[in-house]
């Protein structure tokens, strides 16, 4: 039957059962030639792809294909596939690590899967279950092995994307997918040195509003960022401050804290509050759990442990940082990703004028914002344990 229906994925109580991810039913082919690997200082974001890809795709007749992993190639796409008309595509970003012991570890991988649920089934495209994706995600890890550098501050980052290859130009839902997941060893995010970044508020582009998507790693949301980050670029700031109204959301494509002063002389942390303007972040969870352990159960180094951290995530605006700024009390300003993990921030400004400077520290980051980045890359390389956040890959 050749109808062209409007299937919804998954609410279709009738719809003939099909085959579903299946990580057991795995196909490897690896590739003759493998790449030589690039020096880790030489390494720029993104550039080199390693040897291999995980790729399996959907129909809506028969179900998920035998998940494949084979040499890294180009897809061939029908020009009307959904992915290139709307835009229906997701992606997720993860890092593997590996330890002293030579095993690769994966950092919260269960956080990326249970976003990437969301984020898929935001944009309707076809379900599955990530706890397959998973498992294939370790087995392209391990056959990636050799790519990740063993020098501190490096890793594997992992892209799974999910792109809609209904070839229709009918607008609706896809119920064609393909799903792949690429790799590429990767260094400092920034090669900016000692140097914090700059970041450049911005109120009129913005990245999220209330009822949006900014809180899905849906690709659709990055396009629209690329010509404010251009702007920010030519002004002579490093990243974007994305402000609604005059709420501070994030920074580029990463969350942001201020460390604050208070009165007693302990110190707040803030974050905005996941309301839907913000990426529900790996690594924002990951340091606010960081932060409220501190004095108790382990705590940050060369921080006192009579130093009290209070996390909070609530709204906070670009007016209340300026003016902790003039006060005295704003410390530290940082930007949290997977990508970036940890970086300090230097100066806010807008219209070509500074109207935040950061205090200066040692290297490119505070206090607060060093002993979170070597926590937490202790986690991720193996060399602390923290509840089941390192997994093992193999
Ligand atoms: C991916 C991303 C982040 C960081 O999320 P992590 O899970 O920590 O990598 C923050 N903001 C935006 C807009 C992002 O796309």
């Not at 998940?67 to 997701?90: A, H, M, R, V, W």
């Not at 490096?154 to 792109?163: A, D, G, K």
């Not at 000692?194 to 450049?200: D, G, H």
Request: glycine share 8%.
């Amino acid at each position: 039957m050749a109808i062209d229906h409007v299937p919804q994925a998954g609410v279709n109580a009738n719809a003939p059962q099909v085959a579903p991810l299946d990580a057991s039913k795995l196909k490897i082919t690896l590739s003759e030639t493998l790449k030589a690997i690039p020096a880790p200082e030489s390494l720029v974001f993104g550039g080199t792809m390693s040897d291999h890809m995980m790729i399996v795709t959907y129909h809506p007749e028969t179900g998920w294909s035998d998940p494949e992993i084979k040499p890294y190639g180009p897809l061939t796409l029908d020009p009307t596939s959904s992915c290139f008309q709307y835009s229906t595509n997701l992606f997720e970003g993860m890092k593997a690590y590996v330890g002293s012991d030579g095993e690769p570890r994966l950092f919260r991988p269960n956080m990326n899967m249970a976003r990437l649920e969301r984020t898929r089934d935001r944009i309707a495209l076809p379900t599955f279950d990530t706890n397959e994706l998973i498992k294939l995600i370790k087995k392209l890890v391990v056959i990636e092995s050799r790519w990740i550098p063993n020098v501190p501050g490096h890793s594997l980052y992992v892209r799974p994307t999910m792109i809609g290859t209904r070839p229709s130009l009918g607008v609706a839902a896809s119920d064609h997918a393909t799903l792949y997941v690429i790799c590429c060893p990767t260094g400092p995010y920034f090669r900016t040195g000692a140097r914090p970044l700059s970041l450049m508020a911005v109120g009129e582009h913005i990245r999220a509003w209330p009822g949006g998507t900014g809180g899905y790693k849906l690709a659709g949301n990055y396009a629209p960022t690329f010509l404010p980050q251009k702007l920010a670029a030519k002004a002579g700031y490093d990243q974007v401050l994305w402000l609604l109204e005059d709420r501070v959301t994030e920074a580029g494509a990463m969350n942001f804290f201020a460390v604050v002063k208070r009165e007693d002389g302990d110190l707040d942390i803030l974050t905005s509050p996941l309301d839907g303007t913000i990426l529900p972040g790996v690594t924002r969870d990951s340091m606010l759990t960081l932060i409220a352990a501190h004095g108790s159960k382990n705590s940050l180094r060369n921080i006192p442990t009579s130093l009290k951290l209070y996390p909070h995530e609530r709204t906070f605006t670009i007016g209340e940082l300026v003016q902790w700024s003039e006060e005295g009390r704003l410390l530290e300003a940082f930007t949290v990703g997977t990508a970036v993990v940890v970086a300090g921030v230097g100066r806010i400004g807008s219209e070509g004028r500074d109207d935040i400077v950061l205090p200066k520290h040692e290297g490119s980051m505070g206090p607060i914002a060093r002993a979170l980045h070597e926590k937490i890359t202790a986690i991720q390389e193996g060399r602390e344990q923290w509840e089941d956040w390192s997994v093992p890959c193999s």
